[in-house]
């Protein structure tokens, strides 16, 4: 009974943090697309702001790699418990601060200098954030089940994204657009204050895996980053490219596809969000059914899988997205959603595989948010200037090229197997 106990409890830690530290990001994604083109920068052209917007999007793109190498040194050397409490802290705090900014017509360029940097701040704790929560779960499953106890902060994306923008849904259908735009959309980054400290109190309650012990049994090596570059850059490599797929199609089937669907095609913006609360339940079912499947058979083989079925979505975005009904761009949703589960769900499992504990906080910290970079880093700007010179199925290309890169890295990811896999 104590060993379910304590399974369950590493499995809540795992989902609860993941998912406030995801609804503090993708509350920023979903106010970039509806409100901060207008409010934090200066008023050029509607696609210019919108493009601005985007791009204080990506900057914690840039922060990312930062913060798993930060945070991968002090997980790799001191252990996955603490320092998942710290980039719980840096990531709420800079949330926080965000719903309390003056806008552009107040103070002029320093609304969009204080919204980067503080941009900045959530990218550098959402960096330290997946990998920790990641090897916690799976350090601590049993063998046979380590992809299905990886889902546990992989599930916490969709919750995160159906709290952030839930939240945003209700406040747009209860308050008027000038209510909205003047306070509204500060009430889901302050009420973040209330999801930090619920799993704060949740991580403090646990104990560190059996990796992190053993590490500090055996003495951590002393600048974890040098001796991953030095000895395990191949692995890095190969990981890297493996993620680039799901970044890639989850930011263009959400934040562009909200920002573009609401302005562009005209769609109202309490249906659209709607409907993509709606699809993100198939990311949720995704993320399950390559769970079981990598348990079954392996992580590597159900992400090329995924990958492959992601090309073929990039092939009918244009016209599905594209097609003037709601209803179709629903179907694509779900389709694309569901497709961004199969090669999201996995990698927590994959990952680990490639790095020894010594080094593995960092290594796959540094793959996977790096992996953000190239996949989804700059997605929604780049998406909406593929859409204003050739349309969406250039944009659909991207995806299709993104998850070709992924295919790519899993190819040069060796073929073993769960059991070779040790902690």
């Given at each position: 009974?104590?060993?379910?106990?304590?399974?369950?409890?590493?499995?809540?830690?795992?989902?609860?943090?993941?998912?406030?530290?995801?609804?503090?990001?993708?509350?920023?994604?979903?106010?970039?697309?509806?409100?901060?083109?207008?409010?934090?920068?200066?008023?050029?052209?509607?696609?210019?702001?919108?493009?601005?917007?985007?791009?204080?999007?990506?900057?914690?793109?840039?922060?990312?790699?930062?913060?798993?190498?930060?945070?991968?040194?002090?997980?790799?050397?001191?252990?996955?418990?603490?320092?998942?409490?710290?980039?719980?802290?840096?990531?709420?705090?800079?949330?926080?601060?965000?719903?309390?900014?003056?806008?552009?017509?107040?103070?002029?360029?320093?609304?969009?200098?204080?919204?980067?940097?503080?941009?900045?701040?959530?990218?550098?704790?959402?960096?330290?954030?997946?990998?920790?929560?990641?090897?916690?779960?799976?350090?601590?499953?049993?063998?046979?089940?380590?992809?299905?106890?990886?889902?546990?902060?992989?599930?916490?994306?969709?919750?995160?994204?159906?709290?952030?923008?839930?939240?945003?849904?209700?406040?747009?259908?209860?308050?008027?657009?000038?209510?909205?735009?003047?306070?509204?959309?500060?009430?889901?980054?302050?009420?973040?204050?209330?999801?930090?400290?619920?799993?704060?109190?949740?991580?403090?309650?646990?104990?560190?895996?059996?990796?992190?012990?053993?590490?500090?049994?055996?003495?951590?090596?002393?600048?974890?980053?040098?001796?991953?570059?030095?000895?395990?850059?191949?692995?890095?490599?190969?990981?890297?490219?493996?993620?680039?797929?799901?970044?890639?199609?989850?930011?263009?089937?959400?934040?562009?596809?909200?920002?573009?669907?609401?302005?562009?095609?005209?769609?109202?913006?309490?249906?659209?969000?709607?409907?993509?609360?709606?699809?993100?339940?198939?990311?949720?079912?995704?993320?399950?059914?390559?769970?079981?499947?990598?348990?079954?058979?392996?992580?590597?083989?159900?992400?090329?899988?995924?990958?492959?079925?992601?090309?073929?979505?990039?092939?009918?975005?244009?016209?599905?997205?594209?097609?003037?009904?709601?209803?179709?761009?629903?179907?694509?949703?779900?389709?694309?959603?569901?497709?961004?589960?199969?090669?999201?769900?996995?990698?927590?499992?994959?990952?680990?595989?490639?790095?020894?504990a010594r080094v593995r906080y960092t290594g796959v910290s540094i793959a996977f948010n790096v992996g953000g970079i190239l996949g989804g880093g700059f997605a929604p700007?780049?998406?909406?200037?593929?859409?204003?010179?050739?349309?969406?199925?250039?944009?659909?290309?991207?995806?299709?090229?993104?998850?070709?890169?992924?295919?790519?890295?899993?190819?040069?990811?060796?073929?073993?197997?769960?059991?070779?896999?040790?902690?």
């Amino acid at each position: 009974m104590n060993v379910y106990r304590t399974h369950a409890r590493v499995l809540v830690a795992s989902l609860v943090g993941t998912a406030v530290e995801f609804y503090d990001f993708y509350i920023y994604a979903t106010a970039a697309a509806l409100v901060f083109g207008p409010l934090f920068f200066p008023a050029e052209s509607a696609s210019a702001q919108q493009l601005a917007a985007y791009a204080s999007f990506g900057i914690a793109f840039v922060a990312r790699p930062l913060g798993a190498a930060l945070f991968g040194h002090f997980g790799d050397r001191i252990g996955r418990k603490s320092t998942l409490v710290a980039s719980l802290l840096l990531m709420g705090g800079a949330t926080v601060l965000i719903g309390v900014l003056p806008t552009y017509e107040s103070v002029g360029w320093y609304a969009p200098l204080l919204l980067c940097l503080l941009r900045f701040g959530q990218g550098l704790g959402l960096g330290g954030e997946w990998g920790g929560a990641a090897l916690l779960a799976v350090e601590n499953a049993p063998p046979g089940w380590r992809a299905r106890f990886g889902m546990a902060p992989q599930l916490g994306a969709p919750v995160g994204f159906l709290a952030a923008n839930g939240l945003f849904l209700i406040l747009s259908t209860s308050m008027s657009e000038a209510q909205f735009l003047a306070w509204g959309w500060r009430l889901p980054f302050l009420l973040s204050s209330v999801l930090v400290g619920l799993g704060l109190w949740i991580r403090f309650r646990l104990a560190d895996t059996p990796a992190a012990a053993a590490i500090e049994h055996d003495h951590p090596t002393s600048i974890p980053f040098v001796e991953l570059l030095a000895s395990h850059w191949r692995q890095t490599l190969a990981g890297t490219f493996a993620v680039v797929a799901c970044f890639a199609i989850y930011y263009l089937t959400t934040a562009f596809a909200l920002g573009y669907g609401t302005t562009e095609l005209g769609y109202d913006k309490r249906e659209f969000l709607g409907v993509q609360l709606f699809a993100i339940l198939f990311m949720a079912l995704g993320i399950v059914v390559a769970g079981y499947a990598a348990d079954k058979r392996s992580s590597r083989g159900v992400l090329m899988f995924g990958s492959g079925v992601a090309v073929l979505v990039g092939l009918i975005m244009g016209p599905m997205f594209g097609s003037g009904s709601l209803g179709i761009v629903a179907l694509f949703l779900c389709l694309g959603l569901f497709t961004m589960g199969l090669v999201y769900g996995p990698l927590a499992s994959l990952l680990p595989q490639l790095f020894p504990a010594r080094v593995r906080y960092t290594g796959v910290s540094i793959a996977f948010n790096v992996g953000g970079i190239l996949g989804g880093g700059f997605a929604p700007a780049v998406a909406q200037g593929l859409a204003d010179r050739g349309g969406l199925a250039f944009v659909g290309l991207y995806i299709s090229g993104a998850a070709v890169l992924t295919l790519v890295g899993l190819l040069a990811v060796p073929a073993r197997t769960e059991r070779e896999f040790r902690v």
